[in-house]
């Protein structure tokens, strides 16, 4: 099995152009270097890297000796301090991954986003929920907007574009694919 330290140190040699061939295989669903799950995690955090973000990789909250918490990864950036959560299935995303996010928030300063990332989409009532979490914005990544953030480098802007539209517009869900800027 391979180490977080051994996918740490190979995501590190991965350019732009080696990103979108690993997008590539996680829409294919080959990813055969990686663990279910773990491509994902690993390309967001270093295309956010790639665009001059400081990045924490996957780690685990313990207490006494118990797993509290097992975070995709943490984004620092434009005054952001954010949790991030990848899901890389085939169904559509249903309102888990943000009940899990506003439980983590509980033990988080108020300033902190939470990014969900997703190689589908969201369902309806995930969109509703994340937007229902008043104290901490979590931010909603579809399969099509992080091709579009890969092919245009713009994972930052994006962030900015969505966390503006959410404090506009109180919705979780802006699509920086369809540049329908607010």
Known sequence: ???????QQRIATY?????????TQIEASDTPDWEPGKALEYLILRAFELEEASVTYPFMIQMGGTILEQIDGAIYCDGFACLVECKDQTDNIAIDPVAKLRNQF??????????IFTTTQFTQAT?????YNANQAILLWE???IDYA???QCFRFGLIQKYRYCVERAAANY????GDLP
């Open 15 to 23: 350019d732009r152009s080696r990103l979108l061939e690993l997008w």
């Open 127 to 131: 969109q509703i929920l994340a937007q």
């Open 175 to 178: 699509r920086i694919d369809l």
């Open 143 to 145: 399969g099509s907007e």
């Open 106 to 115: 509980l033990r988080r300063p108020a300033g902190v986003i939470g990014l």
């Open 150 to 152: 890969l092919q245009n």
């Open 1 to 7: 099995m391979t180490t977080a330290t051994e996918y």
